[in-house]
């Protein structure tokens, strides 16, 4: 924890000093984020998703499973399931009631089943079995919304990009990134107050925060490390 403890310890006596100083400008509020963001980042050095994938198509079937799931769960269906079905031909090929079945304890499966079929069919039909890599014919796939999108361009392409799930979206009001009340209003605060190279990093790094300390009820800020550098916006 050396490195760490000096970031924080340099990040609390730069946020003091904000904290004293009113520029007007904005301009130690950004260094205060960005403080922050580094902080975050000495926290949870090895942060990444949770869910097992050997491919980008996997990746996809395991995000739209883990709508609502947590990704323990998910992991276990698709250790089965990809042993099951190999191909997005498989899937498309694939018997709803029977994935019905082979996917029910990842709830929601009738809806499910039917995005990850329809989306399979797609990517078979449109894109010769392979997921693609770009933003605007990701969100046309059926089951995938901006949050999978981005998803699967940071983690299973590396193209930057912020994936704005429920404890990313709760963390970066309370830390003061934004104050938007929608996620398409939060994503673009964080793209512009987050350094690009590490959209795909910070994105991990919230969601261990908001996972381990910063829950969304009564989150831990009496032994939260980032205490003096957090404003601890909209909590109830
Ligand atoms: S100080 Fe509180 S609100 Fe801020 S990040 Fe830590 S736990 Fe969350």
Redesign the pocket.
């Known amino acids: 924890m050396g490195k760490n403890a000096d970031v924080l310890k340099d990040g609390m006596t730069c946020y003091k000093k904000i904290d004293k100083t009113k520029d007007g400008t904005g301009k130690l509020e950004k260094q205060r984020l960005l403080r922050l963001i580094e902080a975050l980042g000495g926290l949870y050095p090895n942060a990444s998703t949770a869910l097992r994938y050997e491919n980008p198509f996997q990746l996809l079937v395991a995000t739209i499973l883990s709508a609502q799931c947590t990704d323990k769960r998910v992991n276990t269906v698709t250790e089965r399931l990809f042993k099951k079905y190999k191909t997005p031909e498989d899937f498309a090929c694939a018997d709803m009631l029977e994935l019905q079945e082979d996917i029910k304890e990842c709830g929601l499966f009738r809806s499910k089943s039917k995005s990850i079929i329809e989306a399979s069919r797609k990517i078979v039909e449109k894109y010769g079995g392979k997921v693609p890599a770009d933003f605007d014919k990701l969100v046309k796939l059926p089951g995938v919304g901006r949050k999978t999108a981005n998803v699967i361009l940071a983690n299973a392409f590396g193209i930057p990009a912020f994936a704005v799930d429920t404890h990313v979206f709760r ?1 970066a009001r ?2 003061g990134f934004s104050d938007k009340k929608d996620v398409l209003g939060v994503e673009k605060d964080l793209m512009e107050k987050i350094p690009k190279q590490l959209w795909i990093k910070a994105h991990h790094w919230l969601i261990y ?1 908001g996972r381990e ?2 829950r969304a009820k009564k ?3 009496g032994k ?1 490390p ?2 003096e550098l ?1 404003p ?1 916006k909209f ?1 109830e």
């Open positions: 963390l309370r830390m925060h300390v910063c989150p831990a800020c939260c980032l205490n957090c601890k909590l």
